[in-house]
DNA sequence: ATTGTGGGATTGTTGAACAATACTTCAATC
DNA sequence: GATTGAAGTATTGTTCAACAATCCCACAAT
């Protein structure tokens, strides 16, 4: 071996802090490690939201907790988490249970809606190109899962499209809302034993909205929307109190 | 003692289930009796908006617990919801603390305010006056309040303002999370140590903006209403990336 | 000044215990 | 026969004590 390794150029170079700053940030605030119980809740909010869980279901903690092998007490802190969510109700004394929105929920649920989607549509002028990219890609869903006959599929990419609609107005604390919101208005499709057709015919519309949107005629889309909320709303007010009735009436 | 009572004509007759119906509601669903989790939630809520616990303050679980005579348990319960509304962050292994807000975070809320108030108050022709009434008192509480030089009490005024102006939406989830970003607001304040006069100069905004509304100028209000939340978010940013510089630029 | 290396403190989670409340069952009554 | 009353049973509300896992801090070593 002739001669020695050249050392390095300025070998052992300390990292100024400007160079640290521009260093890529972790990608969740390093690791935000889940407790067990924001674990067993994002289960049972899976569960919940795709129905294997039926809405006023009550849910024992002894069961529970013994079937998913955490503790009582973990067990009702996921509880709560899902209690502030609107997914479980907690009733003192009584326990949990899946919520069961009555057509009142659902006027509310959908006026909330209205609140959130339509002024982020109108003011879509002003949206990233990336938040209108998502509402696009939410139609190819919908698309997709039509082709495929997956009806639940294509409740998803509904869901998915009204929260990118919800995205356009640059809000993570909106988007979260309304991703509790469109959580909820899925319940109502479970109390319902809504026919997963249901949002077949709302592709379409789902459709131009987008297209709308790509040419920059947000009060178009705006006006589109607001027409897709009313018949939605309508028909399920509809549906909704007729079974309401149904059933309180015996 | 003679004769004898003469017994009720149609004495003991029972109430049809028709009568019963008609029945008043039970005020809230009768007496939904609050657990000891919602109860200490209920008080750390109010000293988290009150400022008795800072933002960035620590809130040891072993400490508090023995302070309020709750077991470790409940009070994690009651952490749980806090943190849920954005009030308390809780760090893994760390333990919770009171939130202390970004200039990010001044950002999105204001975006999501203009997302819920402005709407609210174009829409205000088919608010209910009901609604439109809480915007007077809200108005009327803040002048009382600068008449006593109350300067706290002027913010809280100024958020019952805000407040009143999402509930002309008339959706109670709308409602509720609208409460929830005027509580995070608030706590910007607290991160700022803002002077508390600080609200003075919005409430003759405040009035004109009521004064539209009573006029059923709903467009002009939602101007004014836009122009309000320009400024206000701006002078909040300013100040308050400021002291972030001063802060980590130490 | 930076990097290991303890020890101490705090949180995460469990299991068992007991009181308080709701539900169920069945007998007694009108 | 339907309603009321009074058991007993099951479930939740809450506490307590324990232990493992993790973080924090001070101090020594480089």
Same mark, same amino acid.
């Given at each position: 071996?002739?001669g020695?390794? #050249?050392?390095?150029?300025?070998?052992?170079?300390?990292?100024?802090?400007?160079?640290?700053?521009?260093? #890529? %940030?972790?990608?969740?605030?390093?690791?935000?490690?889940?407790?067990?119980?924001?674990?067993?809740? +994002?289960?049972?909010?899976?569960? =919940?939201?795709?129905?294997?869980?039926? !809405?006023?279901?009550?849910? @024992?903690?002894?069961?529970?907790?013994?079937?998913?092998?955490?503790?009582?007490?973990?067990?009702? %802190?996921?509880?709560?988490?899902?209690?502030?969510?609107?997914?479980?109700?907690?009733?003192?004394?009584?326990? /949990? $249970? =899946?919520?069961? #929105?009555?057509?009142?929920?659902?006027?509310?649920? $959908?006026?909330?809606?209205?609140?959130?989607?339509? !002024?982020? =549509?109108?003011?879509?002028?002003?949206?990233?190109?990336?938040?209108?990219a998502?509402v696009? @890609?939410?139609?190819?869903?919908?698309?997709?899962?039509?082709?495929?006959?997956?009806?639940?599929?294509?409740?998803?990419?509904n869901?998915?499209?009204?929260?990118?609609?919800?995205?356009?107005?640059?809000?993570?604390?909106?988007?979260?809302?309304?991703?509790? =919101?469109?959580?909820?208005?899925?319940?109502?499709?479970? /109390?319902?034993?809504?026919p997963?057709?249901?949002?077949? #015919?709302y592709?379409?519309?789902?459709?131009?909205?987008?297209?709308?949107?790509?040419?920059?005629?947000? +009060?178009?889309?705006? /006006?589109?929307?607001?027409?897709?909320?009313?018949?939605?709303?309508?028909?399920?007010?509809?549906?909704?109190?007729?079974?309401?009735?149904?059933?309180?009436?015996?």
């Amino acid at each position: 071996m002739e001669g020695t390794n #050249p050392p390095l150029e300025g070998a052992h170079v300390t990292a100024t802090d400007d160079l640290i700053d521009r260093l #890529p %940030e972790p990608p969740e605030a390093l690791a935000p490690a889940t407790s067990q119980a924001e674990r067993v809740a +994002d289960m049972l909010r899976v569960f =919940v939201i795709d129905g294997a869980l039926a !809405p006023g279901t009550r849910l @024992s903690e002894e069961r529970l907790s013994r079937k998913y092998g955490v503790s009582r007490n973990t067990l009702r %802190e996921a509880f709560r988490l899902l209690s502030r969510e609107r997914l479980l109700v907690h009733q003192m004394h009584r326990g /949990v $249970f =899946v919520n069961r #929105p009555t057509s009142e929920d659902v006027r509310d649920l $959908f006026s909330a809606r209205r609140t959130l989607e339509i !002024p982020a =549509v109108r003011g879509a002028r002003d949206a990233c190109d990336r938040a209108v990219a998502a509402v696009g @890609s939410a139609v190819a869903e919908g698309q997709a899962a039509r082709a495929q006959a997956d009806w639940w599929a294509m409740g998803t990419a509904n869901m998915h499209f009204h929260r990118a609609l919800a995205g356009l107005a640059g809000s993570a604390r909106i988007n979260e809302f309304m991703s509790q =919101v469109l959580a909820e208005t899925r319940l109502v499709f479970h /109390v319902m034993n809504a026919p997963e057709q249901f949002h077949a #015919p709302y592709l379409d519309w789902n459709r131009r909205i987008h297209q709308r949107l790509t040419e920059r005629d947000a +009060d178009t889309a705006a /006006v589109e929307l607001s027409r897709y909320l009313d018949t939605s709303e309508e028909q399920l007010v509809t549906a909704f109190t007729a079974m309401e009735r149904r059933a309180d009436g015996r």
